[in-house]
C-alpha cells in the first residue's frame, strides 16, 4: 500500500442526515465512499474494497447484520473491518454486533469526536495489517516476492489456467557460478549482484500479474498467467540482455567474464499439475546449466 494514499471509508447508512455528518467528518482525512442500502454496501464494498465501512445497523430490507454476514461470506471482502452504528445502544445489541464480527459499535447519536477516534484508531490496524503482510510476503535482500507468496500465487494461478484453459508459464533462474562470485568477491558484493538480478526481473517482468520472486539463494522464478511460451520466453530473454548489458564482473565465472544467469522455462501443457510444470521448467534450468550455462532453455510442445 502506498503510505501517501488516503485510506477509504465506505459509510452505509439509509438516513441522508447521517451520512452527510460522517461524510463530511472524515472527507478531510479519507476517501469517502457512500452506500443508501444493504445491497449498495455489498456492492461497493466488492468494488472498491474499501479500509473499514461504517454500518448502519438498522436499514430496511437488508440490514446491518445481515450485510456484514455477507461481506464475511465473500473472500473479497470477508477481512474489510466493520464498524456499527447503530441508534440501538442496548448493551445486547452491541454485544451482537461484536460476536458476529464488527470491528467497534458506536451508538447514535454520535459524538464527531469519538466517531474519529475511533476510525482513525481502525483504520491505524488496518495499515498495520498490511504492512505485517507485506512484510510476509516480501524478500527481504532483494524486495522480490519472496517463496512463501510465489507458493501461494503460482497454485492459485495454476488453478485459474486450469479452469479457464488460458496460457500458465513459468521460468526458473539461476545466477551461474554464485558461489564463486560470493567467494571471489565477497558476500556484501554477492547480495549486491542478486539486487542487481532482482532489478532485471522486476524491469522485465511488468504486468500486474506476472511474478518474480526469490526462490531461494541465487534462484528466482518467474510466473506468467495469460502468457504463451513465446512472449513469456522473450521476458527472460530481455532480462538476460538487461543484465548484459550492466556487465558486473566476474573473474571467477566459467561462463563468462561478467555475471550471467541460466534459465529454463515451461508453459503449462494440458492435463499437467503445477508441480509437474516446475519440475519440468527445472529440467530446463538443468539442461541450460548443462549446455555451458548463460543460456535461456524452453521446453517445446
Ligand atoms: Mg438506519
Redesign the pocket.
Known sequence: MNPVEMQKVLIA???PV?RQVLAELLKPEYTVLLAKNGEQALERAARHTPDLILL????PDLDGFEVLRRLRADPATAAIAVIFIS?LDRPEDEANGLKVGAADYIAKPFNATVVMARVALHLQVVRQQRLLEHLAHVDALTGLANRRRFDELYEAEWQRARRAGSPLSLALVDVDCFKQYNDHYGHPAGDRALRAVARMASSCVRRPADLAARYGGEELVLLMPDTEAAPAEHVVQCMRASLAAQAIAHAASAAAPVLTFSAGGATLAEGETAAELFAAADAQLYRAKHAGRNRVEWRQR
Open positions: 447508512d439509509d438516513d447521517n448502519d445497523v438498522m436499514m441508534g
